[in-house]
């Protein structure tokens, strides 16, 4: 079983930047893929970026290209987003998701979550 657990979420203006963080249990992290997503209220939760366990390649939805980054350090089994010019439309819970090798932009292909991370971008 893995346990993932997210910080560094708050409240931030527009233009603003924040560094997200998920830290996991287990001694495996090195094999799973990482993702983060977000969900807004009354909306379905979005994929936002993931890095593979094979070669730490990364893959973005188009609405944060630019001005995300997700990155790992397998040595403290950690994953990070930091964002950059955050948007109002942008504030979402933001949620750290894994998955042993192969992990997709589906929620669905993901088996472990966090508890999830306000971010709130005021204009």
């Known amino acids: 079983q893995v346990q993932l657990v997210e910080s560094g979420g708050g409240l931030v203006q527009a233009g603003g930047s924040l560094r997200l963080s998920c830290t996991a249990s287990?001694?495996?992290?090195?094999?799973?893929?990482m993702g983060w997503f977000r969900q807004a209220p009354g909306k379905e939760r979005e994929f936002v970026a993931n890095?593979?366990?094979?070669?730490?390649?990364?893959n973005y939805a188009d609405s944060v290209k630019g001005r995300f980054t997700i990155s790992r350090d397998n040595a403290k089994n950690t994953v990070y987003l930091q964002m950059n010019s955050l948007k109002p439309e942008d504030t979402a819970v933001y949620y750290c998701a894994g998955r042993q090798y192969y992990g997709g932009i589906q929620p669905y292909s993901y088996d472990y979550w966090g508890q999830g991370t306000q971010v709130t971008v005021s204009s």
């Open positions: 890095v593979r366990w094979s070669d730490s390649s990364t």
């Open positions: 287990g001694r495996t992290f090195s094999s799973y893929t």
